[in-house]
Protein backbone atom coordinates (compact mmCIF):
# COMPACT_ATOMS: atom_id res chain seq x y z
CA UNK A 1 0.00 0.00 0.00
CA UNK A 2 1.95 3.24 -0.67
CA UNK A 3 1.53 6.46 1.51
CA UNK A 4 -1.63 8.43 -0.32
CA UNK A 5 -3.79 5.36 -0.26
CA UNK A 6 -2.90 4.79 3.12
CA UNK A 7 -3.50 8.54 3.94
CA UNK A 8 -6.81 8.66 2.25
CA UNK A 9 -7.87 5.50 4.17
CA UNK A 10 -6.59 7.14 7.79
CA UNK A 11 -8.90 9.97 6.38
CA UNK A 12 -11.78 8.13 6.11
CA UNK A 13 -11.09 6.30 9.69
CA UNK A 14 -10.70 9.59 11.00
CA UNK A 15 -14.22 10.80 9.91
CA UNK A 16 -15.62 8.11 11.82
CA UNK A 17 -15.09 9.88 15.02
CA UNK A 18 -17.39 13.06 13.32
CA UNK A 19 -20.09 10.77 13.54
CA UNK A 20 -18.85 9.70 16.99
CA UNK A 21 -19.33 13.02 18.10
CA UNK A 22 -22.72 13.55 16.54
CA UNK A 23 -23.91 10.51 18.88
CA UNK A 24 -22.19 12.76 21.46
CA UNK A 25 -23.99 15.92 20.94
CA UNK A 26 -27.68 14.13 20.67
CA UNK A 27 -26.99 12.62 23.77
CA UNK A 28 -26.25 16.18 25.20
CA UNK A 29 -29.39 17.72 23.87
CA UNK A 30 -31.15 14.48 23.96
CA UNK A 31 -30.84 13.98 27.83
CA UNK A 32 -31.27 18.24 28.77
CA UNK A 33 -34.79 17.71 26.72
CA UNK A 34 -35.42 14.52 28.93
CA UNK A 35 -35.23 16.45 32.60
CA UNK A 36 -36.18 19.57 30.92
CA UNK A 37 -39.35 18.66 30.15
CA UNK A 38 -39.74 17.08 33.81
CA UNK A 39 -38.82 20.24 35.47
CA UNK A 40 -39.13 22.67 32.41
CA UNK A 41 -39.17 25.27 35.57
CA UNK A 42 -35.23 24.63 36.01
CA UNK A 43 -34.84 23.95 32.61
CA UNK A 44 -33.59 27.88 31.68
CA UNK A 45 -31.19 28.74 34.10
CA UNK A 46 -28.76 25.10 32.44
CA UNK A 47 -28.77 26.36 29.14
CA UNK A 48 -25.22 27.69 29.56
CA UNK A 49 -24.37 24.26 31.08
CA UNK A 50 -26.29 22.61 27.76
CA UNK A 51 -23.93 24.90 25.78
CA UNK A 52 -20.64 24.08 27.66
CA UNK A 53 -21.68 20.41 27.05
CA UNK A 54 -22.26 21.14 23.57
CA UNK A 55 -19.33 22.73 22.93
CA UNK A 56 -16.80 20.24 24.27
CA UNK A 57 -18.69 17.17 22.95
CA UNK A 58 -18.79 18.84 19.31
CA UNK A 59 -15.25 20.14 19.99
CA UNK A 60 -13.46 16.45 19.63
CA UNK A 61 -15.89 15.34 16.56
CA UNK A 62 -14.10 19.00 14.80
CA UNK A 63 -10.81 17.33 15.93
CA UNK A 64 -11.39 14.28 14.12
CA UNK A 65 -12.88 16.58 11.20
CA UNK A 66 -9.48 18.33 11.21
CA UNK A 67 -7.49 15.36 11.21
CA UNK A 68 -9.48 13.47 7.96
CA UNK A 69 -9.39 16.96 6.04
CA UNK A 70 -5.41 17.33 7.18
CA UNK A 71 -5.19 13.49 5.74
CA UNK A 72 -7.23 14.07 2.60
CA UNK A 73 -5.07 17.26 1.74
CA UNK A 74 -1.73 15.67 2.30
CA UNK A 75 -2.80 12.52 -0.08
CA UNK A 76 -4.88 14.59 -3.32
CA UNK B 1 -15.33 11.88 -14.33
CA UNK B 2 -15.19 15.14 -16.37
CA UNK B 3 -12.15 16.37 -14.79
CA UNK B 4 -12.63 20.25 -16.11
CA UNK B 5 -15.75 20.26 -14.46
CA UNK B 6 -14.20 19.91 -10.58
CA UNK B 7 -15.07 22.16 -7.94
CA UNK B 8 -12.62 22.74 -5.36
CA UNK B 9 -13.89 23.18 -1.83
CA UNK B 10 -10.73 24.26 -0.82
CA UNK B 11 -10.56 27.75 -3.09
CA UNK B 12 -12.88 29.85 -1.38
CA UNK B 13 -10.56 30.20 1.51
CA UNK B 14 -7.99 31.56 -0.28
CA UNK B 15 -7.07 35.20 0.85
CA UNK B 16 -6.44 37.49 -1.85
CA UNK B 17 -4.83 40.86 -2.16
CA UNK B 18 -6.73 43.79 -3.20
CA UNK B 19 -3.55 46.25 -2.81
CA UNK B 20 -0.67 46.64 -1.33
CA UNK B 21 0.10 49.23 1.50
CA UNK B 22 3.35 49.03 3.11
CA UNK B 23 6.52 47.02 3.80
CA UNK B 24 7.62 45.82 7.55
CA UNK B 25 11.24 44.61 6.33
CA UNK B 26 10.77 42.22 3.78
CA UNK B 27 7.69 41.65 4.83
CA UNK B 28 4.87 42.65 2.95
CA UNK B 29 1.79 44.41 4.49
CA UNK B 30 -1.39 44.26 2.03
CA UNK B 31 -4.52 45.11 2.30
CA UNK B 32 -6.86 41.19 1.92
CA UNK B 33 -10.31 40.53 0.85
CA UNK B 34 -10.05 39.08 5.04
CA UNK B 35 -9.20 42.34 5.60
CA UNK B 36 -12.03 44.02 3.76
CA UNK B 37 -14.60 41.60 5.15
CA UNK B 38 -13.71 42.60 8.81
CA UNK B 39 -13.97 46.53 7.86
CA UNK B 40 -17.32 45.93 6.45
CA UNK B 41 -18.77 43.88 9.75
CA UNK B 42 -17.07 46.69 11.43
CA UNK B 43 -18.97 49.16 9.36
CA UNK B 44 -22.22 47.20 9.71
CA UNK B 45 -21.78 46.51 13.80
CA UNK B 46 -21.01 50.71 14.02
CA UNK B 47 -24.02 51.61 11.86
CA UNK B 48 -26.31 48.80 13.56
CA UNK B 49 -25.18 49.70 17.09
CA UNK B 50 -25.91 53.94 16.41
CA UNK B 51 -29.37 53.45 14.95
CA UNK B 52 -30.03 51.40 18.14
CA UNK B 53 -28.83 53.40 20.92
CA UNK B 54 -31.55 55.89 21.17
CA UNK B 55 -32.39 55.79 25.01
CA UNK B 56 -36.59 56.04 24.13
CA UNK B 57 -38.40 55.47 27.27
CA UNK B 58 -40.78 53.78 24.47
CA UNK B 59 -38.40 51.47 22.25
CA UNK B 60 -38.57 51.43 18.63
CA UNK B 61 -37.56 48.07 16.56
CA UNK B 62 -34.04 48.89 15.86
CA UNK B 63 -33.48 49.91 19.22
CA UNK B 64 -34.95 46.25 20.76
CA UNK B 65 -33.31 44.67 18.42
CA UNK B 66 -30.03 46.89 20.06
CA UNK B 67 -31.41 46.10 23.49
CA UNK B 68 -31.81 41.97 22.80
CA UNK B 69 -27.97 41.78 22.09
CA UNK B 70 -26.88 44.10 25.10
CA UNK B 71 -29.32 42.30 27.36
CA UNK B 72 -28.45 38.96 26.20
CA UNK B 73 -25.15 39.04 26.72
CA UNK B 74 -25.18 41.30 30.53
CA UNK B 75 -27.53 38.34 31.40
CA UNK B 76 -24.98 35.71 30.50
CA UNK B 77 -21.97 37.88 32.23
CA UNK B 78 -24.39 38.74 35.52
CA UNK B 79 -25.37 34.81 35.59
CA UNK B 80 -21.76 33.34 35.35
CA UNK B 81 -19.49 36.14 37.00
CA UNK B 82 -22.16 38.11 38.91
CA UNK B 83 -22.35 41.67 40.00
CA UNK B 84 -17.91 42.13 39.19
CA UNK B 85 -18.80 40.70 36.07
CA UNK B 86 -19.89 44.28 34.09
CA UNK B 87 -16.69 45.77 33.87
CA UNK B 88 -15.99 42.84 31.57
CA UNK B 89 -19.10 43.27 29.77
CA UNK B 90 -18.31 45.58 27.02
CA UNK B 91 -15.30 43.53 25.57
CA UNK B 92 -16.97 39.90 25.73
CA UNK B 93 -20.06 41.91 23.70
CA UNK B 94 -17.31 43.30 21.39
CA UNK B 95 -16.27 39.59 20.90
CA UNK B 96 -20.01 37.92 20.21
CA UNK B 97 -21.29 40.95 18.28
CA UNK B 98 -17.74 40.40 16.09
CA UNK B 99 -17.72 36.74 15.71
CA UNK B 100 -21.64 36.77 14.61
CA UNK B 101 -21.39 39.18 12.30
CA UNK B 102 -18.61 37.94 10.86
CA UNK B 103 -20.07 34.34 10.31
CA UNK B 104 -23.45 35.67 8.93
CA UNK B 105 -21.96 38.19 6.07
CA UNK B 106 -20.03 35.15 5.86
CA UNK B 107 -22.85 33.14 4.73
CA UNK B 108 -24.57 35.41 2.71
CA UNK B 109 -25.29 35.18 -0.88
CA UNK B 110 -23.52 38.25 -1.87
CA UNK B 111 -22.14 36.00 -4.84
CA UNK B 112 -24.96 36.56 -6.77
CA UNK B 113 -24.26 39.80 -7.18
CA UNK B 114 -20.84 39.07 -7.87
CA UNK B 115 -19.47 39.98 -4.98
CA UNK B 116 -18.33 36.98 -3.16
CA UNK B 117 -18.06 36.95 0.83
CA UNK B 118 -15.60 35.57 2.88
CA UNK B 119 -15.87 34.06 5.96
CA UNK B 120 -13.26 35.57 7.77
CA UNK B 121 -13.57 32.78 11.04
CA UNK B 122 -12.94 30.04 8.95
CA UNK B 123 -9.11 31.35 9.49
CA UNK B 124 -6.85 29.96 12.16
CA UNK B 125 -4.91 33.35 12.00
CA UNK B 126 -8.16 35.31 13.36
CA UNK B 127 -9.33 32.71 15.72
CA UNK B 128 -6.48 31.77 17.07
CA UNK B 129 -6.06 35.95 17.90
CA UNK B 130 -9.16 36.20 18.88
CA UNK B 131 -8.81 33.44 21.48
CA UNK B 132 -5.30 34.75 22.53
CA UNK B 133 -6.97 37.71 23.65
CA UNK B 134 -9.18 36.77 25.66
CA UNK B 135 -6.74 34.45 27.29
CA UNK B 136 -4.38 36.92 27.75
CA UNK B 137 -7.25 39.18 29.42
CA UNK B 138 -8.03 36.42 31.58
CA UNK B 139 -4.43 35.82 32.40
CA UNK B 140 -4.10 39.95 33.36
CA UNK B 141 -7.17 39.76 35.33
CA UNK B 142 -6.20 37.26 37.31
CA UNK B 143 -2.80 37.76 38.07
CA UNK B 144 -3.97 41.61 38.80
CA UNK B 145 -6.50 40.55 41.10
CA UNK B 146 -4.87 38.03 43.16
CA UNK B 147 -1.05 38.29 42.26
CA UNK B 148 0.48 34.62 42.67
CA UNK B 149 -2.62 33.18 44.41
CA UNK B 150 -3.79 32.53 41.27
CA UNK B 151 -1.76 29.74 40.86
CA UNK B 152 -4.59 28.47 43.50
CA UNK B 153 -6.83 27.82 40.15
CA UNK B 154 -4.76 24.55 39.99
CA UNK B 155 -5.40 22.89 43.00
CA UNK B 156 -9.45 22.60 43.26
CA UNK B 157 -11.22 22.29 46.69
CA UNK B 158 -11.45 19.33 48.25
CA UNK B 159 -8.48 17.72 46.51
CA UNK B 160 -7.14 14.84 48.86
CA UNK B 161 -3.21 15.44 50.06
CA UNK B 162 -2.23 12.26 47.91
CA UNK B 163 -3.54 13.51 45.07
CA UNK B 164 -1.99 16.87 45.25
CA UNK B 165 0.85 15.78 43.00
CA UNK B 166 -1.42 14.83 39.77
CA UNK B 167 -4.92 17.22 39.96
CA UNK B 168 -2.46 20.28 39.67
CA UNK B 169 -0.70 19.13 36.54
CA UNK B 170 -4.24 17.99 34.66
CA UNK B 171 -5.44 21.32 35.41
CA UNK B 172 -2.66 22.99 34.40
CA UNK B 173 -2.78 21.27 31.01
CA UNK B 174 -6.90 21.94 30.88
CA UNK B 175 -5.65 25.33 31.32
CA UNK B 176 -3.22 25.51 28.72
CA UNK B 177 -5.27 23.96 26.13
CA UNK B 178 -7.87 26.46 26.17
CA UNK B 179 -7.01 29.23 23.42
CA UNK B 180 -6.14 26.63 21.54
CA UNK B 181 -9.52 24.85 22.12
CA UNK B 182 -11.38 28.18 21.76
CA UNK B 183 -9.50 28.92 18.12
CA UNK B 184 -9.98 25.32 16.93
CA UNK B 185 -13.80 25.33 17.91
CA UNK B 186 -14.94 28.31 15.56
CA UNK B 187 -12.17 27.85 12.80
CA UNK B 188 -13.13 24.01 12.20
CA UNK B 189 -16.79 24.77 12.44
CA UNK B 190 -16.95 27.25 9.92
CA UNK B 191 -14.69 26.11 7.63
CA UNK B 192 -16.54 22.76 7.78
CA UNK B 193 -19.98 24.00 7.26
CA UNK B 194 -18.61 25.91 4.26
CA UNK B 195 -16.50 23.22 2.69
CA UNK B 196 -19.81 21.12 2.96
CA UNK B 197 -22.10 23.56 1.40
CA UNK B 198 -19.21 23.98 -1.54
CA UNK B 199 -19.62 20.08 -2.18
CA UNK B 200 -22.86 19.69 -2.32
CA UNK B 201 -22.89 22.14 -4.80
CA UNK B 202 -20.18 20.80 -6.73
CA UNK B 203 -22.75 17.54 -7.24
CA UNK B 204 -25.46 20.19 -8.80
CA UNK B 205 -22.74 21.21 -11.08
CA UNK B 206 -21.11 18.05 -12.11
CA UNK B 207 -24.72 16.37 -12.30
CA UNK B 208 -25.85 18.97 -14.92
CA UNK B 209 -22.22 18.21 -17.10
CA UNK B 210 -23.10 13.99 -17.06
CA UNK B 211 -26.43 15.07 -18.38
CA UNK B 212 -29.50 16.13 -17.74
CA UNK B 213 -30.92 12.89 -16.49
CA UNK B 214 -28.41 12.86 -14.16
CA UNK B 215 -28.52 16.79 -13.76
CA UNK B 216 -32.27 16.43 -12.02
CA UNK B 217 -32.11 13.27 -10.22
CA UNK B 218 -29.14 14.36 -7.90
CA UNK B 219 -29.40 18.09 -8.24
CA UNK B 220 -33.02 18.45 -6.89
CA UNK B 221 -32.50 16.35 -3.78
CA UNK B 222 -28.58 18.14 -3.36
CA UNK B 223 -30.51 21.47 -3.81
CA UNK B 224 -33.42 20.36 -0.93
CA UNK B 225 -30.27 19.30 1.22
CA UNK B 226 -28.59 22.60 0.94
CA UNK B 227 -31.05 24.93 1.59
CA UNK B 228 -31.44 22.62 4.57
CA UNK B 229 -28.13 22.99 5.74
CA UNK B 230 -27.99 26.40 5.18
CA UNK B 231 -30.45 26.76 7.68
CA UNK B 232 -28.46 24.72 10.11
CA UNK B 233 -25.17 27.19 9.18
CA UNK B 234 -27.09 30.30 10.35
CA UNK B 235 -27.39 28.40 13.62
CA UNK B 236 -24.26 27.24 13.39
CA UNK B 237 -23.04 30.84 13.32
CA UNK B 238 -25.27 31.90 16.23
CA UNK B 239 -24.44 29.12 18.48
CA UNK B 240 -20.49 29.13 17.57
CA UNK B 241 -20.28 32.96 17.98
CA UNK B 242 -22.32 31.98 21.52
CA UNK B 243 -19.57 29.64 22.86
CA UNK B 244 -16.99 31.77 22.25
CA UNK B 245 -18.32 34.13 24.11
CA UNK B 246 -20.02 31.99 27.05
CA UNK B 247 -16.46 29.81 27.05
CA UNK B 248 -14.96 33.59 27.89
CA UNK B 249 -17.29 34.33 30.19
CA UNK B 250 -16.54 31.60 32.27
CA UNK B 251 -12.69 31.92 31.97
CA UNK B 252 -12.82 35.34 32.94
CA UNK B 253 -15.37 33.92 36.12
CA UNK B 254 -12.18 31.96 37.07
CA UNK B 255 -9.51 34.77 36.67
CA UNK B 256 -12.30 36.51 38.83
CA UNK B 257 -13.63 34.34 41.44
CA UNK B 258 -10.74 31.60 41.71
CA UNK B 259 -13.30 28.80 41.84
Do not use: C
Not at chain 1, 54 to 69: D, K
Not at chain 2, 35 to 57: D, N
Not at chain 2, 66 to 82: K, L, P
Not at chain 2, 127 to 155: D, E, K, P, Y
Amino acid sequence: MDVQAASLIGAGLAAIGAGMAAIGVGNVFGSFLESALRNPAAADGQQGRLFIGFAAAELLGLLSFLIAILLYLKAA
Amino acid sequence: MADQGKVDPMHQFEVQKMFDMFHVGNHEVAFTTSAMWMVIAGLLLWAFMIGGMKRQLVPGRWQVAVEGFTGFISGMMNANIGPEGRKYTPYVFSLFMFILMLNVIGLMPFGLFGLHPFTVTSHFAITGFLAILSFSIVLIVGFWRHGLHFFSLFVPHGTPWWLLWLIPVIELVSFLVRPFSLALRLFVAMTAGHVLMKVFASFIIDGIAAGPAVGLGVGIPSMALMVGISGLELLVAGIQAYVFALLTSLYLNDAINLH
